[in-house]
């Protein structure tokens, strides 16, 4: 078999190749929610349900979403140049840590200024941190060539640990009853709630408009063209006149500022404290999102709506019937694969037997 | 401090940790080794590892041989490898992507699958795992490891003559340096990478159950924790050599024993008291090292991550 | 005339790609001993028929014989164990790899157990000497030179006994004289009874080695001739298919007198590279305004490293490059923005990013400019205009019904390369000035007589407008019609830039192969061709 490009994508793919890949998706679980005992029209509804079938469902959803987009965001700016960021899980936990440091020491006074001067000093310490920490593997690649993909990922695992270790010892909090968490952030610097008695908090807010500023910079200016430039080309870019080091360290920081934002923004808007467990995989997910909303800032903005959807319904779900959880991380893994294959189908015609 | 080091040093438990650590990493490195050799980037390795390491298991716990075990791991590696396969050779989409589509779905299948087959254990079901080869292997160090461990190390030389001295193997090197080599002398350049990514997988399947079947006794989420990306490291660092990836992976298996060592002896390091996390960073950090250190020599196979699509000259 | 039934049998080959005929309808005869020439302009379909009778391709229609015997299409193996051998035109060889590995590859069953090598070196070993081709079997083919890498590309058709050798435009990257010495192991191998089939659009090459021509144009077969006694005119027009006026130059004395000061002077310049040889070394040159300096040579001389320099990507390790009474930073933008024109070798690669779109590719240069950006934002109305005046002012064709918005890959090489020349000659400012230096690095490879006349004319009319050419090409017909001033680059180092009147074509070969550096008086050995050019 071989392939041949499309000169021009027939306009009723655009409806198809979506659909066949939903299709095969749902397929494939069904086999696996089957295999699990469980009724699949059932478990199916039970699912939807809980993801968007309330208004319950979509605070939840929505509260989920929020971390998703930025991390998406920052895998989708870091991806667009090629700079293969795997290191937003890392990224949003320094983030986190960063904004319990500034809004949470002394008890959870701070530096003793007022709110509206730490506030945005702690947003800024969780992106610096992030972005620091992102800086070293594009300098890494940019000076030496080192593959960043192994070193973001490996950089994970020892930001994990670190916040382990500040847990334990230095960021401890006194009244915690033994469970490892840290100081929390004051009162004053938690993000309000949109929808009463629930856990959406203005961070989405924060979020939506930051994957509209990602849109808009991306497309219309300077900045976004030597992204899309570099990222499509890099040698030509740099022949053309581009300051092709520059941009990748600035995609870098930007990246890595959208991930350790995250990680402010759950502290803020959640609990107001870090936990080990806090991300469940978050940054990770967001490379999927990412890579679902083809590197479209609004897309991510679906797709992060859409796996959240799929991780607060399947946790519903569970406790109805009995699907584990992990049915969700299935679900959002096959409709990645699908996806891929169900767009390069839209751009590459299949031909059978040799060239 | 120096005394208590040299005795850590010369004492055999410690070289026994060694070769046990670095087994499963020799596997690996190995396999990420043969795929990358045929031009193809394999990041679905963590995933796999997972898959395996349950496969192996399960198998064992259903009754099967430990071996027949070790077969089913390698089975379902292979399985991921033809899907990775798919997706990069006949479809030529992005091998980072694949790769960690591959270990996304890896990873959740495996999970989805132990929680659907034991819904309510606390601790995970144990297996009879592997048992050392002191019975019939008189050699020191070597004797108190499984038999995979001797499988691991029987397997460099071995990929290593199949690499360089068989036309298998030149086939194989030809299609990750320059594919149109390879098909202007009749081969078929899919076959072969799709071949190589198979068997590299299946390797990878086996390290996995190296620690269900060998290193422990059961299967436990996290298990894996990062070792695939490691061995992704020590490839680079081995400059894509069999014997080189050896001497990483022991390498690598020498400061995890340490820390190890250092931890459980409480004294610190250097007199400072330093929490265990740090002890636990050092691997990591370590492979950071290990490719800054080889960075500029690093003489990647000249079509690695370059798709190949067939009458494109 | 040959009486020997044909080797090799092409009945009615036909093979379309999309609305494309590549090939239409071909058929053809080739005898053992015979050196047959497929001749015809790029584009005219020669790559193409040789591909499908090697098997990369399938024809759509038509039968491929050999030795009587039906060859089953699309399957290289096949191809092989007829006795089918290439030398592709961009060689197959693993550089990381040595000479024995990269014949050895292919001859032995994968499954067999180990690798017999040392009677895969004795094989090679007795081709070599059977033929005259001489490589060192362990050396790592990244090392060698370009003649010695098609050499091994020889040898590996040869020691799997290939009986017919199809050679792709093996010229394209020699020296004449490398040439010379090419054409006499043709012959050898014609003598022992192989048949050749030679890829060139070189006309005299063809009537120099050929026994038979075949001439193809825009895919079909439009005559096919003994040489001895053939007419070059009419070989010539049968290539081209119409009277297209070759652009010629009646060279300017500007280089000579000196009028002004050089838009681009070099002054020992040197550059290290990762050999042990320097990449460039001691490298003086001049170009003054309204002249055309062109530096001829081989591939792999050192002329990409210079195109680099020249382009802004590179500094000089040492010596002095001043643009314009000015030392330029090794940053392109600012090259840009000094008015040097650039035109890279590859455009696919380096002078193009396919996946953008047509006026973005126009932009690529001139983004930052404060015509197109206000504090970062992008002017998209002033830089669509911009590209509509290059594509208009261009010629640029293509884009179908997008346009503009067309991904810059969907246009032809042709269209393309002016596309990249239109955006290089176009300033930033509203009223365009013609730029003070054009670096141009092999700027017509691979395009079609009309593609290629028309970027000539292009480059004269800027040159006419004042600014100064600096031409680096491989392709010597390109070089004599357009040139004032010829400097020959090999292994590193630039002859000086002598006026082309004072070159004969001997002494630019000898120079292409390094023996003629500056210094070396004009010696008269006998027998040594005089013609002088131009």
């Known amino acids: 078999m071989w392939l041949e490009p499309r000169a021009q994508i027939p306009a009723w793919m655009w409806l198809v190749a979506p659909a066949l890949a939903i299709g095969f998706t749902l397929l494939v679980t069904s086999v696996l929610v089957a295999w699990a005992g469980a009724p699949v029209g059932r478990a199916y509804a039970l699912l939807l349900e809980g993801g968007f079938g309330s208004r319950f469902a979509w605070t939840e959803t929505l509260t989920r979403a929020t971390p998703l987009i930025l991390t998406g965001l920052a895998a989708a700016v870091a991806f667009r140049a090629r700079l293969y960021n795997i290191g937003a899980e890392g990224q949003l936990y320094a983030g986190a840590l960063a904004a319990v440091a500034v809004g949470g020491l002394h008890g959870g006074a701070g530096f003793g200024a007022p709110g509206w001067i730490l506030f945005p000093l702690m947003i800024a310490a969780a992106c610096a941190a992030g972005a620091l920490l992102l800086l070293g593997p594009a300098l890494l690649k940019s000076r030496l060539g080192v593959d960043e993909v192994v070193t973001t990922l490996l950089l994970n695992f020892i930001v994990l640990l670190l916040v382990s270790a500040m847990l334990d010892g230095p960021m401890k909090d006194p009244t915690g009853l033994g469970w490892p968490q840290s100081v929390a952030i004051a009162d004053a610097l938690q993000l309000d709630k949109l929808v009463p008695k629930s856990r959406v908090h203005s961070g989405l807010l924060a979020a939506v408009a930051l994957a509209l500023a990602l849109a808009a910079l991306l497309r219309h200016t300077t900045l976004g063209f030597e992204i899309r430039a570099v990222g499509a080309n890099a040698r030509a870019a740099e022949f053309a006149g581009m300051p092709v080091r520059a941009v990748v360290w600035k995609v870098a920081l930007l990246s890595g500022a959208l991930a350790g934002l995250s990680g402010a923004l759950e502290v803020a808007g959640r609990a107001g404290y870090v936990t080990l467990d806090m991300s469940p995989g978050y940054g990770y997910s967001g490379i999927v999102i990412a890579m679902l909303a083809a590197l479209n800032p609004i897309g991510v903005v679906v797709a992060a709506v859409f796996v959240a959807g799929m991780l607060v319904g399947a946790d519903s779900m569970s406790r109805a019937v009995t699907v584990p959880t992990y049915i969700a991380d299935v679900i959002v893994a096959v409709a990645l694969i699908a996806v891929l294959v169900a767009t390069m189908w839209t751009r590459w015609r299949v031909h059978w037997g040799r060239g | 401090m120096l005394t208590e080091t040299l005795d850590l040093l010369l004492g055999l438990p410690f070289w026994?940790?060694?070769?046990?650590?670095?087994?499963?990493?020799?596997?690996?490195?190995?396999?990420?080794?043969?795929?990358?050799?045929?031009?193809?980037?394999?990041?679905?390795?963590?995933?796999?590892?997972?898959?395996?390491?349950?496969?192996?298991?399960?198998?064992?716990?259903?009754?099967?041989?430990?071996?027949?075990?070790?077969?089913?791991?390698?089975?379902?590696?292979?399985?991921?490898?033809?899907?990775?396969?798919?997706?990069?050779?006949?479809?030529?989409?992005?091998?980072?992507?694949?790769?960690?589509?591959?270990?996304?779905?890896?990873?959740?299948?495996?999970?989805?699958?132990?929680?659907?087959?034991?819904?309510?254990?606390?601790?995970?079901?144990?297996?009879?795992?592997?048992?050392?080869?002191?019975?019939?292997?008189?050699?020191?160090?070597?004797?108190?490891?499984?038999?995979?461990?001797?499988?691991?190390?029987?397997?460099?030389?071995?990929?290593?003559?199949?690499?360089?001295?068989?036309?298998?193997?030149?086939?194989?090197?030809?299609?990750?340096?320059?594919?149109?080599?390879?098909?202007?002398?009749?081969?078929?350049?899919?076959?072969?990478?799709?071949?190589?990514?198979?068997?590299?997988?299946?390797?990878?399947?086996?390290?996995?159950?190296?620690?269900?079947?060998?290193?422990?006794?059961?299967?436990?989420?996290?298990?894996?924790?990062?070792?695939?990306?490691?061995?992704?490291?020590?490839?680079?660092?081995?400059?894509?050599?069999?014997?080189?990836?050896?001497?990483?992976?022991?390498?690598?298996?020498?400061?995890?024993?340490?820390?190890?060592?250092?931890?459980?002896?409480?004294?610190?390091?250097?007199?400072?008291?330093?929490?265990?996390?740090?002890?636990?960073?050092?691997?990591?950090?370590?492979?950071?090292?290990?490719?800054?250190?080889?960075?500029?020599?690093?003489a990647y196979p000249q079509a690695l991550m370059k798709p190949w699509r067939k009458g494109e000259r | 005339m040959n009486a020997e039934p044909a080797l090799l049998r092409l009945r009615g080959i036909t093979k379309r790609f999309g609305d494309l005929v590549a090939n239409g309808d071909i058929s053809l005869d080739l005898r053992a001993g015979e050196v047959l020439a497929l001749l015809g302009e790029n584009g005219a379909g020669k790559s193409t028929l040789v591909s499908i009778l090697f098997g990369h391709y399938i024809a759509d229609s038509g039968v491929i014989e050999v030795d009587g015997r039906a060859l089953p299409p699309g399957q290289p193996k096949a191809a092989l164990a007829a006795g089918i051998g290439m030398v592709h035109q961009h060689f197959t060889l693993a550089d990381n790899l040595s000479v024995l590995d990269n014949v050895m590859l292919g001859t032995e069953p994968l499954w067999q157990a180990f690798s017999r090598r040392r009677a895969a070196r004795a094989r090679l070993a007795e081709s070599a000497t059977r033929f005259g081709l001489k490589v060192d079997p362990d050396a790592r083919v990244g090392d060698l030179s370009v003649g010695e890498r098609q050499r091994v590309e020889i040898l590996k058709a040869l020691t799997r006994g290939a009986r017919i050798l199809i050679l792709d435009e093996p010229t394209a990257v020699l020296t004449p004289q490398e040439s010379q010495s090419l054409f006499g192991t043709l012959k050898r191998l014609v003598v022992q009874g192989m048949a050749i089939v030679f890829i060139s659009h070189k006309l005299d090459e063809v009537l120099a080695v050929s026994d038979r021509v075949a001439v193809l144009r825009n895919g079909r077969l439009v005559a096919a001739l003994p040489v001895a006694g053939a007419d070059r005119a009419m070989l010539a027009e049968a290539m081209v298919g119409r009277a297209v006026p070759r652009v010629a130059r009646e060279p300017t004395a500007v280089g000579v007198t000196r009028p002004a000061a050089p838009v681009c002077a070099l002054r020992g310049a040197g550059l290290r590279g990762a050999g042990r040889r320097p990449t460039l070394a001691d490298i003086d040159l001049e170009v003054h305004s309204g002249e055309i300096v062109a530096i001829a040579g081989v591939a792999g001389n050192g002329q990409r490293a210079l195109a680099d320099v020249l382009s802004g990507l590179i500094a000089l390790d040492s010596g002095t490059l001043v643009i314009g009474g000015a030392a330029l930073p090794a940053r392109p933008r600012a090259w840009v923005e000094a008015g040097v024109a650039r035109i890279p070798e590859d455009r696919q690669s380096t002078g193009a990013i396919g996946d953008m779109t047509i006026w973005e590719n126009a932009l690529l240069e001139r983004y930052a400019s404060r015509r197109f950006a206000t504090w970062g934002w992008l002017r998209t109305e002033r830089a669509r205009e911009h590209a509509r005046r290059i594509v208009e002012r261009f010629d640029v064709r293509g884009g179908g019904a997008l346009g503009l918005?067309?991904?810059?890959?969907?246009?032809?090489?042709?269209?393309?390369?002016?596309?990249?020349?239109?955006?290089?000659?176009?300033?930033?400012?509203?009223?365009?000035?013609?730029?003070?230096?054009?670096?141009?690095?092999?700027?017509?490879?691979?395009?079609?007589?009309?593609?290629?006349?028309?970027?000539?004319?292009?480059?004269?009319?800027?040159?006419?407008?004042?600014?100064?050419?600096?031409?680096?090409?491989?392709?010597?017909?390109?070089?004599?019609?357009?040139?004032?001033?010829?400097?020959?680059?090999?292994?590193?180092?630039?002859?000086?830039?002598?006026?082309?009147?004072?070159?004969?074509?001997?002494?630019?070969?000898l120079a292409m192969a390094g023996q003629g550096l500056p210094g070396m008086a004009k010696s008269s050995k006998p027998g040594a061709e005089t013609r002088h050019v131009a």
């Open chain 3, 405 to 509: 918005d067309a991904a810059a890959r969907s246009l032809s090489g042709g269209n393309l390369q002016k596309l990249i020349l239109g955006r290089a000659l176009s300033g930033a400012r509203y009223r365009d000035v013609a730029p003070t230096l054009i670096v141009a690095h092999q700027p017509t490879w691979g395009l079609d007589v009309g593609a290629v006349a028309d970027l000539h004319r292009r480059l004269l009319e800027a040159c006419a407008a004042g600014a100064g050419v600096l031409l680096i090409s491989e392709d010597l017909d390109e070089i004599l019609a357009l040139a004032d001033r010829i400097a020959v680059m090999s292994q590193g180092r630039l002859t000086a830039a002598l006026a082309r009147s004072q070159w004969t074509l001997a002494e630019l070969g």
């Open chain 2, 16 to 298: 026994v940790a060694v070769l046990r650590i670095a087994t499963p990493l020799i596997l690996g490195t190995l396999g990420v080794l043969l795929c990358e050799r045929a031009g193809v980037l394999n990041l679905g390795i963590e995933g796999i590892m997972v898959a395996g390491a349950f496969a192996g298991w399960l198998a064992v716990y259903q009754g099967s041989g430990l071996w027949t075990g070790v077969a089913a791991a390698a089975l379902t590696g292979a399985l991921f490898g033809l899907l990775h396969g798919w997706l990069t050779v006949t479809l030529a989409l992005s091998q980072h992507v694949s790769g960690l589509g591959i270990t996304l779905l890896a990873t959740s299948l495996a999970s989805y699958a132990y929680r659907v087959s034991f819904p309510k254990v606390e601790s995970p079901p144990t297996v009879q795992p592997f048992s050392d080869m002191s019975a019939w292997l008189p050699l020191p160090v070597l004797n108190q490891q499984t038999p995979l461990t001797l499988l691991a190390l029987l397997l460099v030389p071995t990929l290593a003559y199949m690499l360089y001295r068989t036309p298998l193997g030149l086939a194989v090197r030809m299609v990750g340096e320059n594919p149109d080599a390879a098909e202007g002398q009749g081969l078929s350049v899919p076959a072969l990478r799709i071949g190589a990514v198979m068997a590299g997988s299946a390797l990878m399947g086996v390290a996995g159950a190296f620690l269900t079947l060998a290193a422990f006794n059961a299967f436990y989420f996290n298990m894996v924790n990062g070792r695939g990306w490691v061995c992704v490291a020590l490839v680079v660092f081995a400059s894509w050599r069999p014997g080189k990836a050896l001497v990483g992976a022991l390498l690598f298996g020498f400061f995890d024993a340490l820390q190890l060592r250092l931890q459980q002896a409480g004294s610190g390091l250097f007199g400072v008291d330093v929490s265990y996390q740090f002890y636990l960073m050092l691997p990591y950090v370590m492979a950071i090292v290990a490719l800054v250190v080889v960075a500029r020599r690093a």
